[in-house]
């Protein structure tokens, strides 16, 4: 069984930076690539950011690149999120996710266990 709990979320303003964590339980997170997504109150979920099981590959939203940051530690089972120079329109629910496979994937429908969410709040 699969948990991921995200943590680090929270009230920031404009231009501010937050830190997001999943920590992942459950076997082999090494073999298999992890992403981000979120979603804003009346929108879909979208793609945020993804990294290979090995975290040698990377992949952004246009939106977010150059201001997220997306790594892992395969030794703690976690994956973190650096956001910086915040807008209010990151203002979402962030959610972490495991991939269906070892790569990364910006489909919502590659990933097969999430977590339930931290939320981010942007003020301007």
């Known amino acids: 069984q699969v948990q991921l709990v995200e943590s680090g979320g929270g009230l920031v303003q404009a231009g501010g930076s937050l830190r997001l964590s999943c920590a992942a339980s459950?076997?082999?997170?090494?073999?298999?690539?992890m992403g981000w997504f979120r979603q804003a109150p009346g929108k879909e979920r979208e793609f945020v950011a993804a990294?290979?099981?090995?975290?040698?590959?990377?992949y952004y939203a246009d939106s977010v690149k150059g201001r997220f940051t997306i790594s892992r530690d395969n030794l703690k089972n976690t994956v973190v999120l650096q956001m910086n120079s915040l807008k209010p329109e990151d203002t979402a629910l962030y959610y972490c996710?495991?991939?269906?496979?070892?790569?990364?994937?910006?489909?919502?429908?590659?990933?097969?266990?999430w977590g339930q969410g931290t939320q981010v709040t942007v003020s301007s």
């Open positions: 990294i290979s099981q090995s975290g040698a590959r990377t």
């Open positions: 459950g076997r082999s997170f090494s073999t298999y690539a």
């Open positions: 996710a495991r991939s269906r496979t070892w790569a990364a994937s910006m489909s919502v429908y590659e990933y097969d266990y």
